[in-house]
């Protein structure tokens, strides 16, 4: 039997198994196994525990658990609910201010947890009812929170783009600092976004136009130079955290392994300082909830290496490989593809899955296009992002549902539309525009 069978039976198998509810860690592995079993010598199975384990013998990897249990930490507290509130008590005189409060919460919790779900549950959680108790439409309430969350993924310390740098062999260090501009820029255009709607939604409620609008979309608030002061030193401590890590990881001064253990640390010693959240209780379920989620990445992570060492094995991730080179497509139109597959991938699948599973397929040929493999694990990032809001596996969409299980899924996707068609055309802007992306990068690791 030929590459190109081996290959569709693999393929036919590992979507049966996703598709069939099997958690995505068991259905790699045992995708893997049975294409062993079928298609290679007896003796690799022997090799499949060290296989699993040689791969997971990595230092790199162990900034996961770590900054996992950074996010697990502050997302135990208050700490979203004081990012919210200091955040839009400097900001409130500004059209949209509390849909702007709630991008600003998204961006500084995305620095704190690296984790997308985790910042959309915790800004989500009082951001929501708030914008909606002062008349923002349920659609752009749910669809800035949703799109906001995404930021979690880009903005380092980025489990994606850890997981990206370890698959594709690159400096993860180079990602995190890639990831800045892209990341801060994407929240500037989401807040310009609301600032927009807000305006619009304004006009009509001035009109008397009725519907989700309400008399609080034309309440006008203030607060007190007193007040906003009061809300800084809640901010503060964070921003703190954020700047050390950032500065120890580009400084030079500690490998991400060890500055991720620095964050943690710092992470825990802050709750306990500000938040009393020192008792066994509290302490158990922030270890007990980093673990469980931490053992579910890297078991996908096993697993996804399993699945790619049969891949390569067969030769079916080279012969895709020469087969994307052969096509003799553009540049451009290979991006394009590209960019597809993976939107469509992503309305099915979660980022970690998809990465691991593409990213040995697709690379070979992306590099041999000329693109940097640095700006694509941000284009790739984005992209991910994006299956995070998309139905019908956008887990963000899950996450809004659960927070505001009134706001029905139609009014949930409408609000996210626009959000939808922005990082698209983002995309777009980084493709024409790849110093946005590299500048940073090129600065500091020259």
């Not at 976004?193 to 008399?215: D, H």
């Amino acid at each position: 039997m030929g590459v190109l069978e081996i290959g569709l039976i693999n393929c036919a198998l590992t979507l049966v198994l996703l598709f069939s509810g099997m958690p995505i860690a068991f259905a790699l592995g045992a995708s893997a196994v049975v294409i062993m079993f079928l298609f290679m010598p007896a003796s690799n199975i022997g090799l499949i525990a060290e296989t699993i384990f040689g791969e997971l013998d990595n230092f790199t990897l162990l900034t996961v658990p770590l900054f996992v249990l950074m996010g697990a930490a502050i997302g135990k507290t208050r700490a979203a609910v004081d990012l919210y509130e200091s955040a839009y008590r400097w900001l409130y005189k500004m059209p949209g201010s509390l849909g702007v409060a709630n991008v600003a919460g998204c961006t500084i919790f995305s620095a704190l947890c690296g984790s997308s779900p985790a910042t959309c549950a915790a800004i989500g959680g009082m951001g929501i009812p708030e914008m909606r108790k002062r008349g923002y439409s349920p659609g752009l309430a749910s669809g800035l929170i949703a799109a906001g969350g995404t930021l979690g993924i880009l903005i380092p310390p980025s489990i994606t783009l850890i997981i990206y740098g370890v698959i594709a062999e690159q400096s993860i260090g180079k990602l995190f600092i890639a990831g800045i501009v892209p990341g801060l820029l994407l929240a500037l255009l989401f807040a310009a976004y609301v600032v927009f709607a807000y305006i619009r939604e304004r006009k009509q409620a001035l009109a008397g136009g009725g519907g989700a609008m309400s008399a609080e979309l034309l309440r006008e608030e203030h607060f007190t130079w007193a007040q906003r002061w009061e809300a800084l030193p809640r901010l503060l401590p964070f921003l703190i955290l954020i700047a050390a890590i950032m500065f120890a990881m580009y400084g030079g001064f500690g490998t991400p392994s060890e500055v991720a253990g620095v964050g943690a640390f710092g992470a825990l010693i802050l709750v306990a300082l500000l938040y009393q959240c020192y008792h066994w209780k509290e302490i158990k379920e922030i270890l007990t909830g980093t673990a469980r989620e931490s053992c579910m990445i890297m078991m996908i992570i096993a697993m996804a290496f399993l699945f790619t060492y049969v891949m390569s094995y067969l030769r079916i991730t080279q012969s895709l490989a020469e087969w994307l080179v052969a096509l003799e497509m553009s540049k451009w139109a290979l991006l394009f593809w590209v960019n597809m597959l993976l939107l469509v991938m992503g309305f099915f699948l979660p980022p970690v899955a998809i990465i691991l599973m593409v990213t040995p397929v697709i690379l070979p040929g992306i590099l041999a296009a000329g693109f940097d493999p640095i700006w694509f694990g941000i284009i790739l990032t984005i992209n991910m992002e994006l299956g995070l809001i998309t139905p019908p596996v956008g887990l963000n969409l899950f996450v809004i549902k659960g927070i505001a299980p009134d706001i029905k899924f139609g009014e949930i996707g409408r609000g996210i539309l626009p959000f939808i068609v922005l990082m698209c055309l983002y995309i777009v802007l980084l493709a024409v525009f790849p110093d946005i992306v590299m500048f940073l990068p090129n600065m500091f690791y020259q």
